[in-house]
């Protein structure tokens, strides 16, 4: 630590040090919005990065693509020692009428300059009235808000998915998509706090089962 507080200290006094650089807040990113109870694209949906004023919203076409421009924030940092390249991730949200508000997790690089999604992103919609799900009586004292209950629904909804004919929608890489949504939304810990946490944690790994069997098969 001591190392550390001196370079930072002589870095300070010199200019060449300091350096402008862009970190990426949201990437460029594109994907489609599924109606969960049919399995087809949803036209009209309002898609954003709910965390930013800007970019703006895009709207769905007929083939539920969606694009999303990136955006990046000019900073001044330390080039020494501080910097690198890190994987990232923030929120894109949909929004239609008739559907309650869906989620999925947008995954980059943020190495400091315009970057681009990792994967291609499948969000899920559900009907504003859709019944509740298997977790909902197991997790009704631990797990809230609005994107971990959606998240939990799209765990149920791929549980019931066939590995061996899954939709088109669902790709290996909208897979890897999806549980990576799905585990950063609802990690462990969430479950341990639940009062049926074996159970519920124990039903989650059973419904991402096709996810992993999917990514597996992935060349």
């Known amino acids: 630590m001591a190392r550390l507080t001196t370079a930072v200290l002589l870095c300070l006094g010199l200019a060449a040090c300091i350096t402008h650089r862009d970190q990426v807040l949201a990437p460029d990113a594109g994907g489609v919005v599924i109606d969960a109870r049919t399995g087809r694209p949803v036209e009209g949906a309002q898609v954003r990065y709910p965390r930013f004023d800007a970019p703006a919203s895009v709207i769905t076409g007929a083939d ?94 791929v549980s019931t998915l066939d590995s061996s004919t899954p939709p088109d929608w669902l790709t290996a890489d909208r897979a890897r998509a999806v549980l990576d949504h799905l585990n950063r939304t609802l990690p462990f810990s969430r479950f341990q706090t639940c009062r049926e946490a074996s159970d519920a944690y124990a039903l989650y790994r059973s419904a991402t089962t096709v996810l992993e069997t999917l990514i597996s098969r992935a060349p």
């Open 64 to 157: 539920g693509r969606f694009a999303l421009e990136g955006s990046t924030q000019g900073r001044i940092i330390l080039a020494y020692p501080i910097g690198g390249v890190f994987r990232d991730t923030t929120s894109v949200m949909a929004s239609a009428p008739g559907l309650g508000d869906a989620y999925a997790s947008v995954d980059f690089i943020n190495a400091g300059r315009p970057a681009s999604a990792i994967h291609d992103i499948p969000i899920l919609m559900f009907g504003a009235d859709a019944p509740e799900t298997p977790f909902d009586a197991l997790t009704a004292d631990c797990i809230g808000g609005t994107e971990e209950r959606h998240a939990l629904r799209v765990a149920t909804h």
